[in-house]
C-alpha cells in the first residue's frame, strides 16, 4: 500500500506565492509519475500540473508559466511552486500517484487534498 501526505496549502493574496509538497511512503517499487490536480466547488476535477520519473512535465495551459513541477526521486515527492496566483486557481489540491508497489502492479493513488485560497 502506498500513502500520499499532501502539505503547503492555505490562503494567499492574488499575486502571492504558495508551495505545495506530497511526499509518497510505503512498500515502493517504482514511481513512474506524480501530479497535482486540483478541484473547485462545482467544477471536474482537472490536472494542473504532471511530471514523470524520466523528467517529463506537462501543464494545463492556464497555469503554464505560473507554476513549476518538480520531483525529488531520493524522497519520493513532488513539489507544486505556484506563483501568481489568481482567484481562479483557489481549489482543493489533489496530489496523483501512478506507483508500482513491492510485489503488485503500478496503480493509482490520491491524496487528501490541501486547501489553496487566493484572495482577491
Known amino acids: 500500500q502506498v500513502q500520499l501526505v499532501e502539505s503547503g496549502g492555505g490562503l494567499v493574496q492574488a499575486g502571492g506565492s504558495l508551495r505545495l509538497s506530497c511526499a509518497a511512503s510505503g512498500s515502493i517499487a517504482t514511481i513512474n509519475t506524480m501530479a497535482w490536480y486540483r478541484q473547485a466547488p462545482g467544477n471536474q476535477r482537472e490536472m494542473v500540473a504532471l511530471?514523470?520519473?524520466?523528467?517529463?512535465?506537462n501543464y494545463a495551459e492556464s497555469v503554464k508559466g505560473r507554476f513549476t513541477i518538480s520531483m525529488d526521486n531520493t524522497k519520493n515527492t513532488v513539489y507544486l511552486q505556484m506563483n501568481s496566483l489568481k482567484p481562479e486557481d483557489a481549489a482543493i489540491y489533489f496530489c496523483?500517484?501512478?506507483?508500482?508497489?513491492?510485489?503488485?502492479?503500478?496503480?493509482?493513488?490520491w491524496g487528501q487534498g490541501t486547501q489553496v485560497t487566493v484572495s482577491s
Open positions: 496523483f500517484s501512478y506507483v508500482k508497489s513491492i510485489g503488485a502492479p503500478f496503480s493509482q493513488y
Open positions: 511530471a514523470s520519473s524520466g523528467g517529463n512535465t
